[in-house]
Nanobody
Framework: QVQLVESGGGLVQAGGSLRLSCSASGSISSFNYMGWYRQAPGKQRELVANILSGGTTNYADSVKGRFTISRDNAKNTVYLQMSSLKPEDTAVYSC?????????WGQGTQVTVSS
């Protein structure tokens, strides 16, 4: 069983920055996949960014150049550095991991960007 705990969300003005953290109960170096997803009110959940076990990263077009996903295996933590935030980035951000064929989710953290 893997537990994921997100932190770092909050209220920020447009143009500002936030860094989200996802701390895992297990050794993330053995995780096949970790990702950040978000869901805005009335919208479907969407992929924001992911990072594979080999370090390959992928980003949604809407966040390319503004967000950066990274992992610290020693701390069992994945980060999402968000810059140049826009009101349309407002959503609940959730961490996701795939390990041994199972998918795990965190509880989510709210990010609100004011205009």
């Amino acid at each position: 069983q893997v537990q994921l705990v997100e932190s770092g969300g909050g209220l920020v003005q447009a143009g500002g920055s936030l860094r989200l953290s996802c701390s895992a109960s297990g050794s993330i170096s053995s995780f096949n996949y970790m990702g950040w997803y978000r869901q805005a009110p009335g919208k479907q959940r969407e992929l924001v960014a992911n990072i594979l076990s080999g370090g390959t990263t992928n980003y949604a077009d809407s966040v390319k150049g503004r967000f950066t996903i990274s992992r610290d295996n020693a701390k069992n933590t994945v980060y999402l550095q968000m810059s140049s935030l826009k009101p349309e980035d407002t959503a609940v951000y959730s961490c996701n991991a795939i390990y041994r064929g199972y998918t795990y989710w965190g509880q989510g953290t709210q990010v609100t960007v004011s205009s």
